[in-house]
């Protein structure tokens, strides 16, 4: 019914940048809350940044002042950009949406598939 598609992950050098996009597709009527979330190897799935429909914003404190959460309501499309990325921010990136799919006012989970961002020192 729904899929959450992520790209613009890849291969970076310490200090380099990468945006990140997820595009909401199929039977979407409204989405919430977005948000992106990381895991490395051998750890928890962590939050990264959230966005609301009304943009307000929160950041992990690791990546305040580095990463930038933003969305295109239009497109239901939602933006990562990651700029003066570190080894430790290495880790496979997930988009994650709360999406009402029909007439009642019901939202649901979605995640996408990840993307993976390596940053080489």
């Known amino acids: 019914q729904v899929q959450l598609v992520e790209s613009g992950g890849g291969l970076v050098q310490a200090g380099g940048s990468l945006r990140l996009s997820c595009a909401a597709s199929g039977r979407v009527v409204s989405i919430n809350n977005m948000g992106w979330y990381c895991q490395a190897p051998g750890k928890q799935r962590e939050l990264v940044a959230v966005?609301?429909?009304?943009?307000?914003?929160n950041y992990a404190d690791s990546v305040k002042g580095r990463f930038t959460i933003t969305r295109d309501n239009a497109k239901n499309t939602m933006y990562l950009q990651m700029n003066s990325l570190r080894p430790e921010d290495t880790a496979v990136y997930y988009c994650?949406?709360?999406?009402?799919?029909?007439?009642?006012?019901?939202?649901?989970?979605?995640w996408g598939q990840g993307t993976q961002v390596t940053v080489s020192s």
């Open positions: 994650n949406a709360h999406i009402r799919t029909g007439i009642r006012p019901l939202w649901d989970d979605y």
């Open positions: 966005i609301s429909s009304g943009g307000s914003t």
